[in-house]
């Protein structure tokens, strides 16, 4: 399993408006990405969930993919 980044990442916060940001940690069946795979710490995994079900609510990202 390949983490999507190498390096640990210094993101301040996910915006749940970046949906271009967010598409990089949502697989091709519309799942998050878990932490091991992202490689973000716990609260950086919080936030992004967050953002990531925000930005569904208002229609930015599926809810699930298209087949």
Do not use: C, W
């Not at 915006?15 to 490689?39: A, S």
């Amino acid at each position: 399993m390949a983490k999507i980044f190498r390096n640990r990442t210094e993101v301040a916060f996910f915006d749940y408006k970046d949906f271009k940001n967010l598409q990089r940690y949502i697989n091709i069946y519309g799942q998050i990405e878990n932490r091991k795979k992202t490689g973000l710490t716990e609260s950086q995994q919080r936030h992004l969930s967050v953002a990531i079900k925000r930005a569904r609510h208002i229609a930015l990202l599926p809810f699930i993919a298209n087949q």
